[in-house]
């Protein structure tokens, strides 16, 4: 009998290689039935500012769910918070998104945006990726302004906030409404699993997520209609695609530099170690 595997998803760019592997039988064919959640059900209010309220992080603690993918520095974060669930790789993706601005904003750089608050998801991907990206370009961590929204691309066209960090369909809506973008962001996915998926089960998922990349590489009109699948068909001519990198290990060093970074802006409050947190094979 298949092994279920019940797995939740929230973005369909980022995550459709999931999907794909559904679709086109890769899980089946390593012997897994993956039984696969698009977003959490209870949409933009269920994405809160605390994590370990959301559907698929509480999800992973009741045991009702087997694997979800995140970013990178939130799969550490979360493993090591909720004590529950191992990272068994770097997801199928990097992931692209952008800060954006309504059209008529005197903002024009990154540094017009010092001490200026950005709507974000709270501590997942584009929290991360907009720290990064500031950092860069020479806005101190202290001077980086940061603001939970549920609705991301609300709080910009709104007004309540003079920027935001999105990714895609968020970025394709926000330029149809007018808005411009100032920076692009680009940062990996991690794979979270629940202690029941053992080591065997993992390599299953990381060979099926592995087709469904070479599947989707294959041809790039079928790769961008699937990946933007959220978009009409005229903006997914100009959608900001997700780099297609396949599933990999996730290895010390990487993991290390990750934490280092997290410490170093008070993300973590003491180091966790790989073996804790890492199912390596």
């Not at 696969?36 to 994590?51: I, K, L, M, S, T």
Request: aromatic share 6%.
């Amino acid at each position: 009998m298949a092994r279920t595997i019940r797995l939740q998803s929230d973005s369909n760019a980022h995550d459709r290689p999931w999907r794909v592997a559904v679709e086109q039988g890769f899980f089946k064919d390593e012997g897994l039935d993956v039984q696969y959640n698009e977003d959490n059900p209870n949409g933009v209010a269920g994405r809160v500012e605390n994590f370990p309220q959301r559907w698929k992080e509480s999800q992973l603690q009741q045991g009702t769910l087997d694997v979800y993918p995140v970013c990178e520095w939130g799969a550490i974060e979360r493993v090591q918070q909720l004590g529950k669930g191992k990272i068994i790789g770097l997801d199928t993706t990097a992931r692209t998104g952008a800060i954006m601005v309504r059209k008529d904003s005197k903002v024009q750089s990154l540094k017009d945006l010092a001490n200026v608050p950005i709507a974000v998801t709270w501590h997942a991907g584009t929290f991360y990726a907009a720290i990064e990206v500031m950092e860069a370009a020479g806005v101190p961590f202290a001077d980086i302004k940061l603001e939970h929204a549920n609705d991301r691309l609300d709080a910009l066209l709104s007004g309540k906030n003079e920027a935001a960090a999105l990714m895609e369909p968020l970025v394709s809506r926000a330029v149809a409404a007018g808005a411009r973008k100032i920076a692009d962001l680009r940062w990996r996915g991690g794979i979270v699993a629940g202690e029941d998926v053992d080591d065997e089960t993992a390599a299953k998922l990381r060979r099926g997520l592995n087709r469904a990349v070479e599947w989707l590489r294959a041809n790039e009109d079928r790769s961008r209609e699937e990946l933007l699948r959220d978009l009409t068909p005229e903006q997914r001519k100009t959608g900001m695609m997700p780099e297609l990198l396949g599933v990999l290990g996730y290895q010390a060093v990487e993991f290390n530099e990750k934490v280092d970074w997290m410490l170093d802006r008070g993300f973590l409050k003491e180091a966790p170690d790989y073996k804790d947190v890492v199912r390596s094979k």
